[in-house]
């Protein structure tokens, strides 16, 4: 029997999925957890024949949604270490094997690929239409030049649970006998380095200094439970069906399944944002009662603390644990998160409901799975701009279009959500090339209906470095070439 995509809340060894999770790549329904990785970019170079044959040969290594659980419990029981991988393809990379049109992943953003600022897609809510081309704004001038060549798919590699330099070391020789065994067939395009960075909590952090990854759909009852330690799930559901994330695969059999990446280089200049949040906490603070601080205007900004505690909940950083359980419900204006700030852009937990009478499950399907990870110095007070810092955005999805693409071009990007006025998302929303955002508004006290809101142009520290759409196929389809 072929696996019901509606389903939530599962365990992986549900006997109904079994085979669909022998075969799904790992990373999808739960994170890797690695601190480590390399991200290895890569284009054929052979026939298709021999493309084929390799990548048979290499999705040996892949690691399933099974064997992902195998790995962490003998990691649980016995400190076993052991390499995590996934093999991701692009769309020229499936033209590149000889695969016919009808097989490959029907996503139309994946179809262009990410470089390609001319295809319109419909980024309104869904039965409007009004086709936009770059809906998020890109300007490859800014990319770096190894994501301006032709990539035709993504290995990553993944170790944790040992001493940092010997995963590093690992990880190299993993990636040169990757290299060895790409002789003649493929070649690397470049190799991309990522790792966890974590707080004195040991809780996973982005460069910014804010608690990241707190905040995703979950697909197991198992990590429901997990949540529901951290203060239940009353005021928001976590739980997502399965099909916000796996698709069937076009190219494997009844039981094989896939999912969409969107990968993004996202370069972070830590230094100006602390820099403007400093301004902004002054001119906060000149309209307000109370003197304001550039870790409060931050969380202005993320729509969290630092120490993930969410702004709509209390006016101060302080939760104890990665709390989870809250909606907007209680701040309908604004007062106490702004509609602009990241969190609430990205997931407006009702929102949409409120102001355009939409079904919450429409603003639910937008939702994506995260599992990027940092990239390089650790370095969190630089003293210069735009170092070498930021994000490997990674999210995974059943639709680029309507997930990932509508949230940063719908919600993020968009001034006018979710009210005329509101500006940018200050973290991530990109602004047309010459076409300055215009200043959100920002409240000079914590959930006051009298306080003044200030206007205040706040965006630019986050630039976009290259990326691509990709399909994590079934280890079926992989095998089967
Ligand atoms: C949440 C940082 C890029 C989508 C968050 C949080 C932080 C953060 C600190 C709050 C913690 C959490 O809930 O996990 C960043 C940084 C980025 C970045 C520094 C770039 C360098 C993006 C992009 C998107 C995105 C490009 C998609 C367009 C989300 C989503 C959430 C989130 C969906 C969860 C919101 C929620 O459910 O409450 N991000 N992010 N992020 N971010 Fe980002």
């Not at 022998?22 to 999808?28: A, K, P, R, T, Y």
């Amino acid at each position: 029997m072929s696996a019901n995509l509606n389903q939530t809340n599962i365990e992986i060894d549900d006997p109904n999925f079994q085979q669909a999770f022998s075969q799904l790549q790992g990373n999808i329904l739960k994170g890797h957890g690695r601190d480590h990785s390399r991200h290895v970019f890569f284009s054929f170079v052979g026939d298709s024949t021999a493309n084929r044959q390799w990548l048979a040969q290499i999705s040996n290594q892949v690691t399933s949604t099974l064997e992902q659980q195998n790995q962490q419990q003998r990691f649980k029981e016995k400190n076993e270490i052991h390499l995590f991988t996934n093999l991701m393809l692009s769309c020229h990379g499936y033209k590149q094997l000889g695969i016919e049109q009808e097989k490959w992943p029907s996503d139309k953003a994946f179809q262009a690929g990410m470089k390609d600022l001319t295809t319109p897609f419909d980024t309104l809510p869904r039965g409007d239409h009004n086709p936009t081309a770059n809906p998020l704004n890109d300007d490859l001038e800014q990319w770096e030049n190894g994501f301006l060549r032709q990539i035709d798919g993504m290995v990553l590699l993944a170790l944790g649970g040992i001493d940092s330099a010997q995963a590093e070391q690992q990880l190299e020789q993993e990636v040169q006998k990757l290299q060895a065994s790409m002789a003649g067939v493929a070649e690397v395009v470049f190799v991309q380095k990522g790792h966890v960075m974590r707080n004195d909590k040991q809780q996973v952090i982005e460069h910014f200094g804010f608690v990241d990854g707190v905040s995703n759909p979950k697909f197991l009852f198992s990590e429901l439970n997990e949540e529901f330690k951290n203060g239940g799930y009353s005021r928001n559901d976590p739980s997502a069906p399965l099909n916000t994330v796996m698709v069937p695969d076009p190219g494997g059999n009844a039981d094989s399944f896939g999912t969409y990446v969107v990968y993004r280089k996202l370069q972070q200049n830590i230094k100006g944002f602390w820099d403007r949040l400093d301004i902004l906490a002054n001119t906060l603070s000149e309209n307000s009662p109370t003197n304001v601080d550039a870790e409060y205007a931050g969380a202005l900004c993320v729509g969290r603390f630092k120490d993930g505690t969410p702004i709509s909940e209390q006016g101060n950083d302080g939760w104890s644990n990665l709390f989870n359980n809250f909606n907007y419900d209680d701040d309908a204006d604004g007062l106490k998160c702004p509609f602009h700030s990241h969190a609430r852009k990205t997931n407006p937990r009702g929102d949409t409901v409120r102001q355009f009478n939409s079904p919450p499950t429409i603003e639910r399907s937008r939702r994506i799975v995260r599992r990027g990870i940092s990239f390089g110095s650790t370095d969190l007070a630089p003293n210069k701009e735009w170092t070498d810092a930021g994000l490997l955005f990674i999210s995974l999805q059943a639709d680029i279009v309507d997930q990932f693409i509508f949230m940063q071009n719908t919600w993020c990007n968009n001034e006018g959500f979710v009210r005329q006025g509101t500006g940018m998302d200050p973290l991530v929303g990109q602004a047309k090339k010459g076409q300055p955002p215009a200043a959100q508004k920002w409240p000079t006290s914590w959930g006051s209906p009298n306080a003044e809101q200030v206007d205040f142009s706040f965006s630019g520290f986050v630039k976009t470095l290259g990326g691509e759409y990709f399909f994590m196929p079934s280890l079926q389809f992989l095998r089967s070439l």
